[in-house]
């Protein structure tokens, strides 16, 4: 079969598979095509495809090379080590990966405001936000299932209500939908970046300026796949953390600074990347700062504030400070206007 033959055949598959997907994208997987670009040659497959899709890690491409979906000219890669020589045309099919119903659990739940529309919590540090491999129980959405009756189903059955996310050791404040109607007004909210988010941190060191602002783009790691990094503009997406020093501590003989961060864009690992990026890595965090003597990274949403999406008022929240960040010696008030029990006044 000669290769333009091949190369028609990818091409047919890729237009019948992308009709496909406009029916059902948990049946089939979403599709990729690239040509490799000339100054790829000699280079390997999967740290191609690492470039063409950072929102996969190395692992989980090189595991799609070895069950076939992957395509290379027309033909399943061979290895994910395989060499490139410029010219190939690469198609590469998600494997599908069939949701599954999150289960309620009765799991404490700390929550700062209820009404019909929408919940804000204020979510403990180690629990994870919405069922995934490794975390099938246990997390926020199992917990809400238990909680109440309605929740919205924009997020799909393994995230019910889920507009927006924590990592798991940060604690503190997140809404959540309770119907479609809400998660959508909130989701345009936080695309348009109309949402106040502001957070405190613990970092390591002593800052030479007490305020700044970060404006980094932020992507994949061009090693650590698991790693975030700041990188060139053409590579990540553009990221802004506005910060400033609140005070001063030293503990077991470590310097720390008490930070509070405001995000304007909500990127993965975007505080724990940019206080790094300024040398000043957060206390607990192994990845990116060190662990120390504290159990987390002493990372804390703080307050967070947005418009109703039912009424259009205005609304803000503040969640307390966790034990584990008061017993180093950080204590804050609330901005006037806002109760520490959450409440806006």
Known sequence: MSSRVKL???????????MENNGSMSSIGTVHQASVPSGHAGGRLDQFLCGLLPA????????????????????????????????????????????????AEALPLEVLYEDSDLLVLNKAAGMVVHPAVGNWSGTVVNALLHHCEDLSGEGGEERPGIVHRLDKETSGCLVVAKNDVAHRGLSA????????????????GRFKEAKGSV????????????????????????????????????????????????????????????????????????????KLFVERQMLHAWQLGFSHPATGVWMEFISPLPEDMQALGVSLEAPRGVKTDGKSV
């Not at 070895?66 to 690469?90: D, Q, S, T, W």
């Not at 590579?235 to 008490?258: F, H, M, P």
């Open 215 to 290: 404006q980094a783009a932020i992507g994949r790691h061009p090693v650590h796949r698991q790693k975030m990094a700041v990188v060139a503009e053409a590579r990540g997406r553009s990221a802004r953390t506005d910060w400033e020093v609140l005070g001063e501590l030293e503990v077991k003989g470590t310097a720390l600074s008490i930070v509070q961060c405001r995000l304007f864009t909500g990127r993965t690992h975007q505080i724990r990347v940019h206080m790094a990026h300024l040398g000043h890595g957060l206390l607990g965090d192994s990845v990116y700062g060190r």
């Open 56 to 103: 996969f890690s190395r692992s989980q491409l090189q595991e799609w090379v070895r069950v076939g979906a992957v395509l290379v000219n027309g033909e399943p890669a061979p290895k994910p080590g395989m060499k490139l020589h410029g010219g190939e045309l690469i198609y590469v099919k998600e494997p599908a990966q069939e949701p599954l119903a999150a289960q």
């Open 189 to 204: 909210q936080f695309a348009g970046r109309e949402v106040l988010k502001i957070y405190m941190a613990i970092a390591l």
């Open 8 to 18: 028609n055949q990818v091409a047919s598959a890729c237009k019948t598979a992308q």
